[in-house]
């Protein structure tokens, strides 16, 4: 092609291009008859280009610009008068508002105009009571969104107005979740419109419309006010979950205040409550999850803290009876125990967590410390007889025993512990009534033979403390090493028996205080009780290594 052609065929472009844009700032001014004029410029234009041809390229190119140039004059020639918009929008064309002065507005704010007013009508009005009836208002306001995008979408698409119409909608649809949310009152509410904003304002089954593919709404969403509005929904949402956590376990302790009594359940509704919040937040975020689960536990340490001061004056009481009730001391340690094992599978503020398991341990050791000074007392009452007199006050002991933790069996929770602290503290308060007694007034009072009567209590402690709980540890072997400490006869042996007692107990502090006495009981001089000491002393002192122990006993013989 020549140079003088390709100038043609640029020039001809420049010429096109200069008089479609004098058409659009002259709209008003073509009529009809300015058409058949235009019209005769494109033909000459075109037979420009015959007397210098183009590449097909450059001829494509020419082409495509006149029929985009059509189809553009064909619609600017559609006029958009006020009167035929709001017939489309379905609003009045005349309200009384400041749009309805139309000579103080251009045709452009007219229009803008009318599309507010035509959000404004359409959009469904807050109901009387929000909390009952804001399932519903998020639907009706869902299905006119996509009823009056898909109704208008394609005219005012032509009209060039569609996007004024998102916006508008946009706008007050932030404008009427802000009224929302200073209306809701529950927190199943305030979950329930986060989750719609969330989750469904902003998907395709609301904003993504077939129809509505060209448009896309959801890209014209103002990002700034949406970012601001879920910050105030989770502040609302928040504070409505903390306030009714709060209600509901000051609920829980004025029903233990009411009925003066441990719930054996208590732990159940805690915990379904705060499981509840922290699920329904996981459901619309993890993050707003843990924001949730921050609140609940803040409040479960409240409630703790209170529950367990009032508590403590209750148990108190009713320990100083003549007998006491110890199910509510089962109940407390079981709510405690089940409590802790929830929050310490929970990832929560170390903070928070350390705060609450030392005021759930604060609990626990207070109702075994009471159980414990029921136990002692009713032990108490029958071993001092017991080693006085010829009665059958042990067997006695052992059936009040049983009654005791006779309803132990609903707790399995708990029931190995305080089994376990039960059978440790009246193993040794037989121990210690034991060694308080010469060994000549237990043959008088006994038999001659005082190591088989303690083998028999030993094992009769021991079944019904197996009972209780199974696989209780055996605490009865202690009084089985005393019979073997009793028919020790040399101090070879008795050095033995001493060293493998101190390897089963030496954690167990209160044997170790009363060990030198149960050897004045079997009758060892100061001296030697002296030499067992020294021993007993460089046995704490050495940590052997597994298999050794036998080894190093006999480094002293």
């Given amino acids: 092609m020549s140079q003088r052609g390709g100038t043609t065929c640029a020039n001809s472009l420049k010429l096109e291009m200069n008089k479609f ?7 008003k001014a073509f009529r009809r008859e300015s058409t058949q004029p235009l019209m005769e410029n494109n033909n000459d234009i075109q037979d420009g280009f015959k007397q210098a041809p183009c590449t097909k390229y450059e001829n494509a190119l020419v082409q495509n610009t006149l029929e985009i140039h059509k189809e553009l004059r064909l619609q600017s020639e559609e006029q958009i008068t006020p009167e035929k918009l709001a017939g ?23 229009h803008l105009c009318l599309v507010q007013r035509s959000v404004d009508q359409h959009f469904p009005k807050l109901p009387p009571d929000v ?6 208002y998020l639907e009706n306001v869902q299905k006119m969104v996509i009823t009056e995008f898909v109704r208008l979408g394609s005219p005012l698409t032509r009209m060039g107005l569609m996007g004024s119409l998102i916006d508008c909608y946009h706008r007050e649809m932030f404008t009427r979740l802000n009224d929302l949310l200073q209306n809701v009152r529950s927190s199943k509410n305030s979950f329930g419109l986060m989750k719609w904003v969330l989750h469904t304002y902003l998907s395709p089954e609301m904003l993504c419309h077939p129809e509505l593919r060209e448009v896309d709404p959801i890209k014209k969403v103002d990002l700034l006010l949406f970012t601001e509005w879920v910050g105030k929904a989770k502040d609302i949402l928040l504070e409505n979950v903390e306030n009714e956590v709060k209600v509901f376990l000051e609920k829980i302790l004025q029903n233990e205040r009411d009925k003066e009594t441990v719930r054996d359940d208590l732990y159940v509704d805690t915990i379904q409550c705060i499981d509840a919040m922290i699920e329904a937040g996981r459901q619309i975020s993890q993050k707003l999850s843990g924001c949730v689960q921050d609140v609940c536990f803040q409040e479960l340490l409240n409630f703790l803290t209170q529950y367990t001061n009032e ?26 125990k089940e409590i802790k094992q929830y929050i310490e599978t929970t990832e929560i503020k170390t903070s928070l967590l350390n705060e609450t398991l030392a005021v759930l341990d604060k609990m626990e050791t207070f109702a075994l410390k009471v159980l414990n000074e029921i136990t002692a007392d009713m032990a108490e009452r029958y071993l001092k007889k017991y080693f006085k007199s010829e009665n059958k006050d042990f067997f006695l002991l052992i059936l009040d025993l049983k009654h005791l933790f006779s309803e132990l069996q609903g707790f399995q929770g708990v029931q190995m512990r305080v089994v376990q602290e039960a059978y440790k503290l009246v193993t040794y308060l037989y121990l210690k009534h034991f060694i308080q007694r010469s060994k000549n007034k237990l043959l008088r009072c006994w038999s001659p033979d005082v190591g088989r009567t303690v083998s028999q209590d030993a094992e009769m402690l021991q079944e ?12 009865h072997l202690m009084l089985l090493s005393v019979r073997e400490l009793d028919e020790c006869e040399s101090f070879d042996a008795v050095k033995l028996t001493v060293a493998s007692m101190h390897h089963k107990y030496h954690t167990w502090s209160e044997f170790m205080e009363i060990l030198p006495a149960l050897l004045r009981w079997k009758g060892l001089s100061k001296r030697k009780i002296m030499e067992l000491e020294d021993i007993l002393k460089d046995l704490s002192n050495y940590q052997p290594r597994a298999g050794s122990f036998s080894w190093f006993l006999c480094c002293y013989w």
């Fill in 21 to 27: 844009k004098a058409f659009v700032v002259k709209k």
């Fill in 131 to 136: 909390d009952q009836n804001l399932h519903q």
């Fill in 88 to 110: 489309l929008l379905q609003v009045p064309l005349e309200d009384g508002s400041c749009c309805s002065k139309h000579s103080q507005l251009n045709a452009k704010q007219q």
């Fill in 311 to 336: 508590q403590t004056e209750i148990l108190e009481k009713k320990a100083k009876v003549d007998k006491p009730e110890i199910k509510d001391l089962f109940k407390t340690l079981n709510n405690c």
């Fill in 464 to 475: 019904t403390f197996s009972k209780l709980a199974p696989g209780v540890e055996q605490w």
